[in-house]
């Protein structure tokens, strides 16, 4: 997949293309319909296109900081629509300039130059200054230029439609498992091993602390069941395993700073240096004070016993399961 970044002109295109728009952020079972709809436009000479903008339109319109991170951080976006077999991923700059384009100039300086036979948007598209520019400006605007408009209903999900600020609220209440519903695949983030404070594997429980995450969307503080897997390969680890995760401040050791920290079951190794991505399965319960270590290595243990049952993995220790507490 090729990706190009659109300072104030697109490049002009080498060949026809079927081009969906939109902020696209999560990728989830929403703008798949989208793809999905733009895919089924493409013929076999005509490349298929995706085209968002950052920063995040939503921070840069309303100021709200919670925008300055993402569901999908731009590589994840551009790993799943390389899997989702997209052909280019245009990331326009949602510039002071590009926020003054009336709709005609967004069409003549983004769209035209694309070669663009189709384009594909939701239902509830604004584009141009001050959001004038709608569906039917589009088609209007597509008529003398050759392409026209195909328009995706929202998908819903038990009668709510399935958008990126639901998930965000999911996360933010730890309800992971819903969110995984309108994504389609669970929550991932991905992070670099960074060194902690060396007093997990003093308590039998070493865990990977997850540095680089800033752009994301980081759930609820708590604990949570996770799948896990090393990104690129690597010799002597494990492709993809299981495990706990801690996120939050860690009353008990008192942690100033938001972290997320995986204990890898069944596994024993270096990870430093590592990329890892962790899926957020299942919340196992909030993150607690506890007085002292041992009574937090003791509740660790049932974390692990609990996220074994929950993906059916044998028990290798003594500590009978029961449970978060
Ligand atoms: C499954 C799991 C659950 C945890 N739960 C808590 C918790 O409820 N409260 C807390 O203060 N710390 C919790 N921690 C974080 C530990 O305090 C932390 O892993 C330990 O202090 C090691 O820190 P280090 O990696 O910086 O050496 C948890 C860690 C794991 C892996
Ligand atoms: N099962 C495991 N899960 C997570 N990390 C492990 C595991 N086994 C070994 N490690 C290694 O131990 C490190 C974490 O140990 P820890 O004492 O918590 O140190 P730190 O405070 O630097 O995170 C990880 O970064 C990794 O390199």
Known sequence: MELIVIEDRAPASSAPQVLAIG??????????????????????????AVMSFEPHPT??????AEYTRWLTPRAER??????LGVDAFYVAQFTRAFQQLE???????????????????????RFGRGGRGNVDVLRDLGRDRGFDVGVVDPVEEHGHKISS?????????????????????????????????????????????????D?????????YAVFVEIEGEREGAFAHAFGVLNAGYRPTVDGAAFQLEVHVLDFDGDLYGQRLRVSFL????????????????????????????????????????????
Do not use: W
């Open 103 to 125: 709709p005609e100039a967004f069409v003549d300086a983004y769209l035209v130059p694309l070669q663009v036979q189709h384009v594909v948007v939701g239902r509830d598209f």
């Open 23 to 48: 902020k696209f952020d999560g990728v989830h079972l929403g703008h798949r319909a989208i793809l999905n709809a733009a895919r089924q436009l493409t013929d076999g000479a005509e490349r298929l």
């Open 282 to 325: 299942r919340r196992i319960r909030d993150e607690m004070k506890f007085d002292g270590l041992e009574a937090l290595k003791a509740q660790i243990a049932r974390d692990c016993e609990f996220a074994r049952a929950v993906f059916g993995l044998s028990s290798d220790s003594a500590i009978p399961s029961q449970g978060p507490a």
């Open 165 to 213: 600020s639901r998930i965000r609220e999911h996360l933010r209440e730890g309800r992971v498992e819903a969110a995984q519903a309108l994504l389609g695949r669970p929550y991932a983030i991905l992070g670099e091993v960074v060194h902690g404070d060396k007093r997990g594997r003093t308590i039998g429980f070493p865990t990977a602390n997850l540095g680089g995450i």
């Open 59 to 64: 921070y840069v319109l309303t100021g709200n």
């Open 78 to 83: 551009v790993r799943l629509f390389t899997e």
């Open 215 to 223: 752009d994301y969307v980081l759930p609820k503080s708590g604990v």
